[in-house]
């Protein structure tokens, strides 16, 4: 038994790997075949490998550079922009960190836009400007009412050297709209010191109209007594040389002008108007040349004071007299971080001489004949405070105002004195955008009655 | 020439002719010394920035404008016509104006 198995063993694994062989021969020759034949592309040969990894390889050293490239343009400041560079040649923003690209291309933008703008009609060399006024006044003993008023400013730079201003008033007055012609002025500058004007233009030894009575700058509803519609007129038609010399850190104004003379009122249904100047004489009733001027002083740029003075024969050709008009300012203003604010403090007084006059001689206006002494005066000061340098934005915007204004001439037709004290509160809207309410104290003497008024004022500059 | 003094005292007046007389030949005077361009800086510059020279003179009679309110063309003629009408001088013109256009635009 024991023989028999080890035969019937040495069989059964002779068989077997004869079976094996025959398993195995189809499967040797099929690999023989795959071997022999080009690999599927599931396949990477040597040569590809090695060509992979070489592109990989100069891949990396490339993802490597960039990543250095980014950092340092990160790290570094946004590119300086470029005025009036086209977006068309902005290739560097590609390239440029997305802020600084932004930031470049909102740049341009703006560039252009104003490039655009400036094409625009009248905003080369013209400029439109000017300001707009609505009120309303209840006034003791009047009517309240309202009102309102434009004033177109034209400005036209012809030159370097040559400038036109004209301004035109539009005011609703006694139900009709009515249109003055305020400023009509071409102005040269001889050079730095001297610059000479023509035409009308604001009476410059007048420093309130001058610079204060646009009613955007003027800080009260209405105007000072004497100084504006009183003693001096507003404009002048003739020429005028003006303006500054620095003289270290001071400065020093003049203007000198020869104009039209102002008439004499000799006859009027008004009888307190006899005996004023009428300075709307544009015609140049008597034929008569004003001359004068106005000097101011700069110690610190704080503070002006200034003199002005104009004088003329008045009247009839045959019977003028002499006037004399003369006018002291003082200026100053501090914005003040001590007080929290803009304070300002201004004050201007007005002298009239209108030498002997005979009204009415024949007596055929019923008063004559008259004669008094012409001489009158009156002026105003005034302070204001703006707490600018408070931190609630609407505070700062409330400004409180106290004007004094005062205008002698008892002793003339009109015959009484008159003094005012007049409170205003305003709230800046824009720097030149205002609300403006104010309350006036009025006293006359001389019998006449006191006229109180609330008045309230929107002024606009534009 | 001493007539003519007199003739023009006698005319506007001692107060007035000093005004004329004085101004007119002090201004022809250094006008005439130092014809510059429009714009160039005079002698004497005070030194101060376009910004501080805003400020100083603009709040002298108003409230001071944002330089974005006009365009820099704008502001070449407004800053021509507060030349002449507050008597700046031309160092003051010329920074303020690049003050305003530099902050222009808008």
Same mark, same amino acid.
């Given at each position: 038994? @024991?023989?028999?198995?080890?035969?019937?063993?040495?069989?059964?694994?002779? *068989?077997?790997?004869?079976?094996?062989?025959?398993?195995?021969?189809?499967?040797?020759?099929?690999?023989?075949?795959? +071997?022999?034949?080009?690999?599927?592309?599931?396949?990477?040969?040597?040569?590809?490998?090695? @060509?992979?990894?070489?592109?990989?390889? +100069?891949?990396?050293?490339?993802?490597?550079?960039?990543?250095?490239?980014?950092?340092?343009? /990160?790290?570094?400041? =946004?590119?300086?922009?470029?005025?009036?560079?086209?977006?068309? $040649?902005?290739?560097?923003?590609?390239?440029?960190? =997305?802020?600084?690209?932004?930031?470049?291309?909102?740049?341009?933008?703006?560039?252009?836009?104003?490039?655009?703008?400036?094409?625009?009609?009248?905003?080369? @060399?013209?400029?439109?400007?000017?300001?707009?006024?609505?009120?309303?006044?209840?006034?003791? *003993?009047?009517?309240?009412?309202?009102?309102?008023?434009?004033?177109?400013?034209?400005?036209?730079?012809?030159?370097?050297?040559?400038?036109?201003?004209?301004?035109?008033?539009?005011?609703?007055?006694?139900?009709?709209?009515?249109?003055?012609?305020?400023?009509?002025?071409?102005?040269?500058?001889?050079?730095?010191?001297? /610059?000479?004007?023509?035409?009308?233009?604001?009476?410059?030894?007048?420093?309130?109209?001058?610079?204060?009575?646009?009613?955007?700058?003027?800080?009260?509803?209405?105007?000072?007594?004497?100084?504006?519609?009183?003693?001096?007129?507003?404009? $002048?038609?003739?020429?005028?040389?003006?303006?500054?010399?620095?003289?270290?850190?001071?400065?020093?104004?003049?203007?000198?002008?020869?104009?039209?003379?102002? &008439?004499?009122?000799?006859?009027?249904?008004?009888?307190?108007?006899?005996?004023?100047?009428?300075?709307?004489?544009?015609?140049?009733?008597?034929?008569?040349?004003?001359?004068?001027?106005?000097?101011?002083?700069?110690?610190?740029?704080?503070?002006?004071?200034?003199? &002005?003075?104009?004088?003329?024969?008045? &009247?009839?050709?045959?019977?003028?007299?002499? +006037?004399?008009?003369?006018?002291?300012?003082?200026?100053?203003?501090?914005?003040?971080?001590?007080?929290? &604010?803009?304070? /300002?403090?201004?004050?201007?007084?007005?002298?009239?001489?209108?030498?002997?006059?005979?009204?009415? =001689?024949?007596?055929?206006?019923?008063? *004559?004949?008259?004669?008094?002494?012409?001489?009158?005066?009156?002026?105003?000061?005034?302070?204001?405070?703006?707490?600018?340098?408070?931190?609630?934005?609407?505070?700062?915007?409330?400004?409180?105002?106290?004007?004094?204004?005062?205008?002698?001439?008892?002793?003339? =037709?009109?015959?009484?004195?008159?003094?005012?004290?007049?409170?205003?509160?305003?709230?800046?809207?824009?720097?030149?955008?205002?609300? @403006?309410?104010?309350?006036?104290?009025?006293?006359?003497?001389?019998?006449?009655?006191?006229?109180?008024?609330?008045?309230?004022?929107?002024?606009?500059?534009? | 020439?001493?007539?003519?003094?007199?003739?023009? !005292?006698?005319?506007?007046?001692?107060?007035?002719?000093?005004?004329?007389?004085?101004?007119?030949?002090?201004?022809?005077?250094?006008? !005439?010394?130092?014809?510059?361009?429009?714009?160039?800086?005079?002698?004497?510059?005070?030194?101060?920035?376009?910004?501080?020279?805003?400020?100083?003179?603009?709040?002298?009679?108003?409230?001071?404008?944002?330089?974005?309110?006009?365009?820099?063309?704008?502001?070449?003629?407004?800053?021509?016509?507060?030349?002449?009408?507050?008597?700046?001088?031309?160092?003051?013109?010329?920074?303020?104006?690049?003050?305003?256009?530099?902050?222009?635009?808008?």
């Amino acid at each position: 038994m @024991k023989r028999a198995t080890p035969i019937i063993m040495n069989q059964t694994t002779a *068989g077997a790997f004869v079976a094996l062989t025959w398993l195995f021969i189809p499967s040797a020759a099929i690999a023989q075949d795959v +071997a022999s034949s080009p690999p599927p592309s599931d396949y990477v040969s040597r040569v590809e490998y090695d @060509k992979l990894k070489a592109e990989h390889e +100069a891949m990396k050293q490339e993802l490597d550079a960039l990543k250095a490239t980014v950092k340092q343009l /990160t790290a570094a400041p =946004p590119p300086a922009p470029v005025p009036g560079k086209a977006v068309s $040649e902005g290739k560097q923003v590609v390239d440029a960190p =997305p802020e600084a690209a932004t930031e470049e291309l909102r740049q341009e933008v703006e560039t252009l836009k104003a490039q655009i703008k400036e094409t625009f009609p009248g905003t080369t @060399k013209f400029l439109l400007g000017g300001y707009g006024t609505a009120g309303f006044t209840a006034r003791s *003993g009047e009517d309240p009412f309202f009102d309102a008023a434009f004033n177109a400013i034209f400005l036209f730079k012809m030159t370097d050297r040559l400038l036109f201003e004209g301004e035109l008033e539009f005011e609703f007055e006694d139900n009709e709209t009515t249109t003055n012609l305020e400023i009509a002025q071409a102005s040269y500058l001889l050079n730095d010191y001297m /610059t000479i004007g023509v035409g009308r233009f604001l009476n410059p030894t007048n420093f309130f109209v001058e610079r204060q009575h646009m009613n955007w700058v003027n800080k009260l509803p209405d105007k000072p007594l004497a100084v504006y519609d009183g003693l001096l007129p507003e404009s $002048e038609l003739g020429a005028q040389l003006r303006g500054v010399v620095p003289i270290g850190p001071t400065k020093l104004e003049y203007a000198a002008f020869v104009a039209n003379a102002p &008439g004499l009122i000799t006859e009027s249904d008004d009888f307190s108007e006899i005996g004023t100047l009428d300075f709307d004489n544009d015609a140049n009733f008597g034929g008569h040349v004003a001359v004068g001027g106005h000097v101011g002083f700069i110690p610190i740029p704080q503070i002006e004071v200034g003199y &002005g003075i104009q004088r003329s024969k008045v &009247g009839p050709r045959d019977q003028a007299v002499e +006037a004399v008009l003369q006018s002291a300012d003082f200026n100053y203003v501090q914005d003040s971080p001590l007080l929290k &604010g803009l304070i /300002t403090a201004r004050a201007q007084w007005v002298w009239s001489h209108v030498g002997h006059f005979v009204y009415d =001689p024949t007596g055929e206006q019923g008063f *004559g004949p008259l004669t008094f002494n012409n001489n009158r005066n009156g002026g105003y000061a005034q302070i204001s405070y703006r707490p600018t340098h408070i931190d609630n934005d609407y505070l700062k915007n409330v400004e409180g105002v106290f004007r004094y204004d005062r205008f002698n001439q008892l002793h003339t =037709p009109v015959g009484f004195d008159e003094q005012r004290w007049t409170l205003g509160l305003n709230y800046w809207l824009t720097p030149s955008a205002v609300l @403006k309410l104010a309350y006036e104290f009025d006293d006359k003497n001389g019998g006449a009655r006191d006229q109180d008024a609330f008045l309230m004022q929107a002024a606009v500059g534009f | 020439m001493k007539a003519i003094g007199v003739r023009i !005292c006698k005319w506007i007046g001692l107060p007035g002719a000093t005004i004329l007389i004085s101004c007119v030949a002090l201004m022809w005077l250094i006008g !005439c010394g130092t014809n510059k361009q429009s714009g160039e800086v005079a002698a004497g510059t005070t030194g101060k920035s376009g910004a501080q020279l805003w400020a100083e003179n603009c709040i002298r009679c108003h409230n001071i404008r944002s330089p974005g309110s006009l365009s820099p063309a704008q502001w070449e003629v407004a800053m021509m016509h507060m030349r002449v009408r507050a008597n700046l001088t031309p160092e003051e013109h010329k920074k303020i104006l690049e003050f305003l256009k530099a902050g222009g635009g808008g």
